[in-house]
């Protein structure tokens, strides 16, 4: 049982293999680089130009193979959700799939400038924190912690990339209930 990675539309290999890497250090889970899903034109809204990321979960749904129990679609996509005209990510616990678009995460959108290398710290931010919520984990309101609520790009550039003690010894919990329920590293 592993975390399966999907990639919907072009993405970035070189960023998608470094996340990954990054991934598997902070998450106790093998990871698997699963298929390429085409962008889903069913999930494009033509009036606001992005797509609905509750359809691209559905997408990531879709494209399931083999022994994966969590999946992260990685995307390039401007998304959007239904509350929210723009969103970095999603994520339903009952699929157990998040999805991540490193689209406004890009340096580019903004006027200030931040870290080195801050659309990939961006993009770790998200995949972690969207992907803690496939996983079973809530919100923290430590605002160093990665599962801070952040709803713009500067919380998520204020917070850290790894887990509050809090959240870690979550998620080691969850991931050592995997374990004894079949789930082989
Ligand atoms: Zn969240
Ligand atoms: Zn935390």
């Not at 509350?83 to 339903?92: E, H, K, Q, R």
């Not at 991540?100 to 959108?109: A, G, K, M, Q, V």
């Not at 912690?145 to 979550?170: A, G, N, P, R």
Request: a positive charge.
């Amino acid at each position: 049982m592993k975390i399966g990675v999907f990639t919907i539309g072009d993405v970035d290999l070189r960023l998608l293999y470094r996340l990954v890497c990054c991934l598997e250090e902070r998450f106790l889970y093998k990871f698997l680089i699963e298929s390429n899903c085409p962008a889903p034109t069913s999930a494009f809204n033509a009036a606001k130009k992005q797509y609905f990321a509750p359809a691209l979960i559905n997408k990531v749904k879709l494209s399931f193979r083999g022994d994966v129990k969590y999946s992260l679609g990685v995307t390039r996509l401007d998304l959007y959700s239904s509350s929210l005209n723009t969103v970095y990510g999603d994520a339903n616990l009952n699929e157990k799939i998040a999805v991540t678009s490193y689209y406004r995460l890009r340096p580019e959108f903004y006027a200030y400038q931040t870290g080195e290398n801050p659309l990939f710290d961006r993009l770790l931010k998200e995949a972690m924190h969207q992907l803690s919520h496939a996983i079973g984990l809530k919100h923290c309101y430590n605002r160093h912690c990665v599962l801070y609520y952040s709803s713009t790009i500067y919380d998520i550039d204020q917070k850290s990339s790894l887990f509050c003690l809090d959240c870690e010894k979550k998620l080691k919990k969850t991931a050592s209930y995997d374990r004894s329920n079949g789930y082989r590293p």
